[in-house]
């Protein structure tokens, strides 16, 4: 096994040369591209002298270097398979580097590679060293100008970043077309674009009256299906303009869409590529998620012109900087033109499902690491998700006037440069005058804050009193931390449900909401801290967390009839829905302990009367309803047991489910049949929301073992004019009995939709029904499969591995088997994707001692494994330390 090593935050130095221009031109081929950069460097001023140049170069035929007109000899530069140094290397230079790479062969997707005969780039991270020896760090920011010569009737489309500035024909067929990027940028953020594309294109006026071009490009069959992510781009570039003042820099705004991809998408200058699934959509091949997902997709990368691209990262220890602060603004973007609550419930499902996990497992690290082996490693749910709650959090503290100033003042001090995670802190704390020295923690101190909450009521005194203490658990090389700062916003609820005025006997402690308001946010700083209310009426019922003002667990020992109480009445939507989840937590906890001792499921008539509440409650967004009947899923109560047998625990979830939907048949009968009212297919919020409930009702009623309840099914497969619809009756069919017909019709309808199939791969890599694993095996044969296609391993491998515990975990052990052979085959395709899939294996202290001993011995075979990429080895080497 090859060393691999660790990169330290704390080593960074600034660079030794910087490069202030650079000239590219590709001679574009599919096996044989030819790259001539030339590059205008000089030493970085106030640095010592003597350092030599070193560039990054990865997987480079090198053809010739010139330093300042004259070839060098090979005796002036030295090379190894990751570096090319020039150790006398003057002050000032133009260096020119001819360099020959093969796209066809790229399978990583990191650097140039060709994808369906046409040609694509990815940078972010550390992909520009494979295409030519370069600087590749985002504290270099040169001015480039790329002209792309190809076959004219192979590549008619040639994209770069910036303005096309000019055009023509050459021999042999050619054509070319030259591109100049007014704005320095890193080596990440170039991309091209080469091949067979047509593009659906629009206008936005800005608010200063400039016209921007928005051009979506796809290949030729797909134009029908680009209307959303065009209205995408326009709605987020108003939005942005409008909640931050922030308006489109260049004349052009260019998205393509390519089926390989590693992640969703890119945000290269002037330039984003995204993965198909975040463009390609059309009501009858995407679902409502799909289009919802293109929303926050488009927004987000066009976002990341400002943040991100106008002012960037220092180092990639900093990457919460650009992705954390990105996320929070397309979240913020979801909710301004959605619905806020559904959002904001969703967005902490996602966070606490798969966050939470990572932050309490071997890979746990600070939003910004301190140490990493392979940088695409940390493209994770904590850099992004955790990073913008924390972001959130600002604008919790500062509110939404103060955070703006505090954006602004981040704007003005650094437009153009590359800075660190505590330049973007100082500009809040500078704007609002604000002390944010604490609150620096959140991007050093790894693992879940908890929070543990007690109360008094003084009768006599007619005083509330909330006990907060706080504590981080240990994390990997952090084991002692330090109290945070949070804001905890709280209400107090009286009997009839109104919340109350809040009057702190101390004032001292609370932000936003003067003494009175029905709604504050205390702010904790110390391990324990004490709060009491004073002047209230009767003893209240805390509503804490709301919104979820923080990152954290939460621990309050609140009675059944409590949460049930809250569900009925909070009027904070995410501390409603959290008073759910949080009884059925209880629930399904309790029953998977009855279920261990042998002891049947029951689901108490209080639990089936709260639900039948809810089914009732007309008055209520259907999409909340909806969220709250939606009972935890089983990878989230995992993470609150211990030895677990998630055989035993996902047989627990359905026994719950089948005794719901008996108990409540009517309702849910009634409330489907109401909401399943034959409109034409529309996607808008109300819409959206009429649907999501329908089909949690279909999900119950799926349960029963009723025949007409399999024609319900098979009807609303047949008749759905649209795929949330349609996939909706696929996925209960399938759980229920295998829904073979409707899958052999579905595969029949839509062999030649590639994003439709994924559909169709991973519903049936996440059937509860028995053979799954082997059903999933025979489908690595399917003509539309192909591991080469991180979609298609996404879809079939990661979804069976990662997001169907009952069957990856199997007590025969084939599921970690099958794991570890897809991983240690996709190591040596895509390590990107490949070290993805390994995270399946970071919770396997988790399980029982039985399934512990086996997933280990997985782990260990894979660590044997000889060649393993540094993607993937530092995966299962952490896994394996737990
Ligand atoms: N910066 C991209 C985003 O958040 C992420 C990304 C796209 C990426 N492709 C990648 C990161 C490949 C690493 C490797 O939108
Ligand atoms: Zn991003």
Same mark, same amino acid.
């Given at each position: 096994?090859?060393?691999?090593?660790?990169?330290?935050?704390?080593?960074y130095t600034?660079?030794?040369?910087l490069?202030d221009?650079?000239?590219?031109?590709?001679? =574009?081929?599919?096996?044989?591209?030819?790259?001539s950069?030339?590059?205008?460097?000089?030493?970085?001023?106030?640095?010592?002298?003597?350092?030599?140049?070193?560039?990054?170069?990865?997987?480079?035929?090198?053809?010739?270097?010139?330093?300042?007109?004259?070839?060098?000899?090979a005796?002036?530069?030295?090379?190894?398979?990751?570096?090319?140094?020039?150790?006398?290397?003057?002050?000032?230079?133009?260096?020119?580097?001819?360099?020959?790479?093969?796209?066809?062969?790229?399978?990583?997707?990191?650097?140039?590679y060709?994808?369906?005969?046409?040609?694509?780039?990815?940078?972010?991270?550390?992909?520009?060293?494979?295409?030519?020896?370069?600087?590749?760090?985002?504290? #270099?920011?040169?001015?480039?100008?790329?002209?792309?010569?190809?076959?004219?009737?192979?590549?008619?489309?040639?994209?770069?970043?910036?303005?096309?500035?000019?055009?023509?024909?050459?021999?042999?067929?050619?054509?070319?077309?030259?591109?100049?990027?007014?704005?320095?940028?890193?080596?990440?953020?170039?991309?091209?674009?080469?091949?067979?594309?047509?593009?659906?294109?629009?206008?936005?006026?800005?608010?200063?009256?400039?016209? #921007?071009?928005?051009? #979506?490009?796809?290949?030729?069959?797909? =134009?029908?299906?680009c209307a959303?992510?065009?209205?995408?781009?326009?709605?987020?570039m108003? *939005?942005?303009?409008?909640?931050?003042?922030?308006?489109?820099?260049?004349?052009?705004?260019?998205?393509?869409?390519?089926?390989?991809?590693n992640?969703g998408?890119?945000?290269?200058?002037? =330039?984003?590529?995204?993965?198909?699934?975040?463009?390609?959509?059309?009501?009858?091949?995407?679902?409502?998620?799909?289009f919802?997902?293109?929303?926050?997709?488009?927004?987000?990368?066009?976002?990341?012109?400002?943040?991100?691209?106008?002012?960037?990262?220092?180092?990639w220890?900093?990457?919460? %900087?650009?992705?954390?602060?990105?996320?929070?603004?397309?979240?913020?973007?979801?909710?301004?033109?959605?619905?806020?609550?559904?959002?904001?419930?969703?967005?902490?499902?996602a %966070?606490?499902?798969?966050?939470?996990?990572?932050?309490?497992?071997?890979?746990?690290?600070?939003?910004?690491?301190?140490?990493?082996?392979?940088?695409?490693?940390?493209?994770?749910?904590?850099?992004?998700?955790?990073?913008?709650?924390?972001v959130?959090?600002?604008?919790? %503290?500062?509110?939404?006037?103060?955070?703006?100033?505090?954006?602004?003042?981040?704007?003005?001090?650094?437009?153009?440069?590359?800075?660190?995670?505590?330049?973007?802190?100082?500009?809040?704390?500078?704007?609002?005058?604000?002390?944010?020295?604490?609150?620096?923690?959140?991007?050093?101190?790894?693992?879940?804050?908890?929070?543990?909450?007690?109360?008094? *009521?003084?009768?006599?005194?007619?005083?509330?009193?909330?006990?907060?203490?706080?504590?981080?658990p240990?994390?990997?090389?952090?084991?002692?931390?330090?109290?945070?700062?949070?804001?905890?916003?709280?209400?107090?609820?009286?009997?009839?449900?109104?919340?109350?005025?809040?009057?702190?006997?101390?004032?001292?402690?609370?932000?936003?909401?003067?003494?009175?308001?029905?709604?504050?946010?205390?702010?904790?700083?110390e391990?324990?801290?004490?709060?009491?209310?004073?002047?209230?009426?009767?003893?209240?019922?805390?509503?804490?967390?709301?919104?979820?003002?923080?990152?954290?667990?939460?621990?309050?020992?609140?009675?059944?009839?409590?949460?049930?109480?809250?569900?009925?009445?909070?009027?904070?939507?995410?501390?409603?829905?959290? &008073?759910?989840?949080?009884?059925?937590?209880?629930?399904?906890?309790?029953?998977?302990?009855?279920?261990?001792?042998?002891?049947?499921?029951?689901?108490?008539?209080?639990?089936?009367e709260?639900?039948?509440? =809810?089914?009732?409650?007309?008055?209520?967004?259907?999409?909340?309803?909806?969220?709250?009947?939606?009972?935890?899923?089983?990878?989230?109560?995992?993470?609150?047991?211990?030895?677990?047998d998630?055989?035993?625990?996902?047989?627990?979830?359905?026994?719950?489910?089948?005794?719901?939907?008996?108990?409540?048949?009517?309702?849910?009968?009634?409330?489907?049949?109401?909401?399943n009212?034959?409109?034409?297919?529309?996607?808008?919020?109300?819409?959206?929301?009429?649907?999501?409930?329908?089909?949690?009702?279909?999900?119950?009623?799926?349960?029963?073992?009723?025949?007409?309840?399999?024609?319900?099914?098979?009807?609303?497969?047949?008749?759905?004019?649209?795929?949330?619809?349609?996939?909706?009756?696929?996925?209960?069919?399938?759980?229920?009995d295998?829904?073979?017909?409707?899958?052999?019709?579905?595969?029949?309808?839509?062999?030649?939709?590639?994003?439709?199939?994924?559909?169709?791969? &991973?519903?049936? &890599?996440?059937?509860?029904?028995?053979?799954?694993?082997?059903?999933?095996?025979?489908?690595?044969?399917?003509?539309?499969?192909?591991?080469?296609?991180?979609?298609?391993v996404?879809?079939?491998?990661?979804?069976?591995?990662?997001?169907?515990?009952?069957?990856?975990?199997?007590?025969?052990?084939?599921?970690?088997?099958?794991?570890?052979?897809?991983?240690?085959?996709?190591?040596?395709?895509?390590?990107?994707?490949?070290?993805?899939?390994?995270?399946?294996?970071?919770?396997?202290t988790?399980v029982?001692?039985?399934?512990?001993?086996?997933?280990?011995?997985?782990?260990?075979?894979?660590?044997?494994?000889?060649?393993?990429?540094?993607?993937?080895?530092?995966i299962?080497?952490?896994?394996?330390?737990?």
């Amino acid at each position: 096994m090859t060393a691999h090593q660790a990169i330290h935050r704390l080593d960074y130095t600034a660079p030794a040369f910087l490069i202030d221009r650079v000239d590219l031109t590709f001679e =574009l081929d599919e096996t044989d591209t030819r790259v001539s950069s030339r590059l205008v460097i000089k030493k970085n001023k106030g640095l010592q002298s003597n350092t030599p140049l070193i560039l990054a170069g990865e997987a480079l035929q090198l053809e010739s270097i010139k330093l300042d007109g004259a070839p060098l000899p090979a005796s002036a530069y030295q090379r190894d398979d990751a570096t090319l140094t020039i150790p006398d290397m003057p002050d000032e230079a133009i260096l020119e580097i001819v360099t020959r790479i093969n796209p066809a062969s790229n399978t990583a997707l990191s650097g140039l590679y060709a994808s369906n005969g046409n040609l694509f780039t990815q940078c972010e991270a550390e992909g520009f060293r494979r295409i030519s020896y370069y600087l590749d760090r985002p504290d #270099v920011m040169a001015k480039f100008t790329t002209t792309l010569i190809a076959d004219k009737q192979k590549y008619p489309v040639l994209l770069s970043n910036g303005n096309r500035v000019g055009s023509g024909q050459m021999d042999r067929g050619r054509h070319w077309v030259k591109w100049v990027d007014p704005f320095r940028k890193p080596s990440y953020l170039f991309a091209l674009v080469a091949g067979k594309l047509v593009a659906q294109c629009d206008t936005h006026v800005t608010g200063s009256g400039r016209s #921007v071009a928005i051009e #979506v490009y796809v290949e030729p069959g797909n =134009l029908d299906k680009c209307a959303h992510a065009v209205a995408a781009a326009k709605k987020a570039m108003q *939005w942005d303009e409008e909640r931050f003042g922030l308006e489109y820099d260049l004349d052009t705004y260019m998205i393509v869409a390519t089926s390989d991809f590693n992640m969703g998408a890119m945000e290269n200058k002037g =330039l984003n590529i995204f993965n198909t699934k975040y463009v390609l959509a059309r009501p009858d091949t995407a679902t409502d998620a799909d289009f919802d997902g293109i929303d926050s997709v488009v927004a987000h990368e066009y976002f990341h012109n400002w943040t991100g691209n106008r002012v960037t990262c220092r180092d990639w220890f900093q990457l919460s %900087l650009k992705e954390g602060l990105t996320v929070y603004r397309d979240q913020e973007f979801s909710s301004d033109i959605g619905s806020r609550a559904v959002q904001r419930i969703q967005n902490v499902r996602a %966070l606490r499902e798969y966050q939470f996990a990572e932050d309490a497992g071997p890979q746990a690290h600070p939003v910004r690491p301190d140490e990493y082996q392979e940088i695409n490693n940390f493209y994770t749910w904590t850099v992004y998700e955790k990073g913008s709650e924390v972001v959130r959090m600002y604008a919790t %503290l500062l509110g939404r006037e103060g955070f703006r100033r505090g954006m602004d003042l981040y704007f003005k001090r650094h437009d153009g440069q590359a800075v660190t995670c505590d330049d973007f802190r100082a500009a809040m704390a500078d704007a609002n005058h604000a002390d944010l020295d604490q609150f620096a923690l959140w991007y050093s101190q790894a693992g879940t804050p908890h929070l543990d909450i007690a109360s008094h *009521w003084d009768d006599a005194a007619q005083r509330f009193t909330l006990t907060v203490r706080q504590s981080v658990p240990p994390t990997p090389g952090q084991a002692e931390k330090l109290p945070m700062h949070i804001p905890l916003a709280v209400a107090l609820i009286d009997r009839r449900g109104q919340t109350l005025p809040l009057h702190l006997a101390d004032e001292s402690c609370a932000t936003d909401g003067a003494a009175g308001a029905h709604h504050r946010v205390l702010e904790l700083r110390e391990a324990e801290h004490r709060f009491t209310f004073v002047n209230l009426p009767c003893h209240p019922v805390p509503s804490l967390l709301r919104d979820f003002s923080a990152p954290v667990t939460l621990a309050y020992p609140y009675s059944d009839d409590e949460l049930v109480f809250l569900m009925a009445h909070d009027d904070d939507a995410f501390a409603r829905w959290e &008073a759910a989840n949080s009884y059925a937590v209880r629930l399904l906890c309790q029953q998977y302990a009855a279920v261990l001792r042998g002891e049947k499921v029951v689901v108490p008539e209080q639990f089936c009367e709260a639900f039948r509440a =809810l089914l009732e409650n007309t008055a209520l967004d259907p999409a909340l309803v909806a969220l709250m009947l939606d009972l935890p899923r089983e990878n989230y109560l995992l993470e609150q047991l211990d030895d677990v047998d998630p055989v035993k625990l996902a047989q627990t979830c359905q026994s719950v489910r089948q005794q719901l939907a008996r108990s409540l048949r009517p309702q849910l009968w009634l409330r489907y049949q109401q909401l399943n009212d034959g409109q034409p297919y529309h996607y808008s919020g109300e819409q959206v929301a009429r649907r999501s409930l329908k089909n949690i009702c279909l999900d119950y009623l799926a349960e029963l073992d009723e025949s007409m309840i399999g024609e319900l099914l098979a009807q609303q497969y047949r008749k759905a004019d649209n795929m949330t619809d349609r996939l909706a009756a696929l996925r209960a069919l399938v759980n229920r009995d295998g829904g073979e017909a409707q899958l052999a019709d579905f595969a029949g309808t839509w062999a030649a939709d590639a994003l439709v199939m994924d559909k169709w791969f &991973a519903l049936q &890599a996440t059937s509860r029904r028995p053979g799954t694993l082997t059903r999933v095996q025979t489908l690595l044969g399917h003509p539309a499969f192909s591991i080469r296609n991180p979609n298609k391993v996404r879809s079939l491998i990661n979804a069976f591995c990662l997001q169907n515990p009952a069957h990856f975990h199997a007590a025969d052990g084939y599921g970690y088997a099958f794991a570890a052979d897809r991983i240690i085959e996709l190591d040596a395709i895509n390590p990107q994707i490949a070290a993805r899939l390994a995270t399946c294996f970071n919770r396997w202290t988790k399980v029982d001692t039985h399934r512990r001993v086996l997933m280990r011995t997985e782990l260990e075979r894979i660590a044997a494994h000889p060649d393993l990429s540094g993607d993937t080895n530092e995966i299962i080497s952490k896994a394996l330390a737990a």
